[in-house]
């Protein structure tokens, strides 16, 4: 497993989670949505088969990007992604989202999925239900989809929902100097 079947990479994307990110989207997908943005994906064969080490240089090319696995579906070719994952993790500080047409629970089910669950940080996870799609969602197509925080999840065995805060340095108000205005020389 050191071949993953590319549709493109694309570098800077901004709606594949928080940031810039470095998107890789791979062909194959079994999960046949009704509504698919992308059906073209679905074919495995459409792809070019690219080798993990050549698409990890690509990643670590884009030192500010983080990643996002996409597609198709990143889990119908769990074990090349797993392989490459753990690359991007022992040698870069990347955080990795990955979008699926499976269900977290799904994904700990499965032994080869559960191997690149380990090593994500987020996971967009379940199909797309077209008569739930909503565009106000930030990073997901229709409601039922959740953007499940692995890390905790596995830590405490339930899913856990990763709370998007696009000001964390706003997070305690109590840190923020009051400021004081001088209007001509007097102190208002
Ligand atoms: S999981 Fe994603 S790529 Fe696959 S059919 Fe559903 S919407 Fe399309």
């Avoid at 240089?57 to 500010?64: D, G, L, P, V």
Wanted: a negative charge; glycine letters at 6%.
């Amino acid at each position: 497993m050191t071949e993953i079947s590319i549709l493109k990479i694309e570098d800077d994307t901004t709606v594949d989670g928080p940031g810039f990110r470095t998107s890789i989207y791979c062909a194959g997908c079994n999960n046949h949505c009704p509504g698919c943005h992308n059906p073209q994906s679905w074919d495995i064969s459409n792809g070019v088969f690219t080798h993990i080490d050549v698409i990890f240089e690509r990643i670590k090319a884009n030192r500010f990007s983080n990643v996002t696995f996409t597609g198709g579906d990143p889990m119908c070719q769990p074990l090349a992604f797993a392989r490459l994952a753990r690359r991007i993790k022992a040698e870069t500080d990347k955080t990795i989202w990955c979008y699926t047409g499976y269900t977290y629970e799904e994904c700990l089910a499965s032994p080869d999925k559960k191997e690149l669950l380990e090593h994500v940080d987020v996971l967009v996870d379940g199909r797309f239900i077209l008569s739930q799609k909503d565009e106000s969602l930030l990073f997901k197509g229709s409601r039922n989809q959740r953007l499940v925080d692995v890390p905790k999840s596995l830590l405490t065995g339930r899913v856990q929902i990763f709370e998007y805060n696009p000001f964390p340095e706003f997070d305690d108000l109590s840190l923020v100097k009051p400021v004081r205005l001088v209007v001509e020389g007097v102190a208002v």
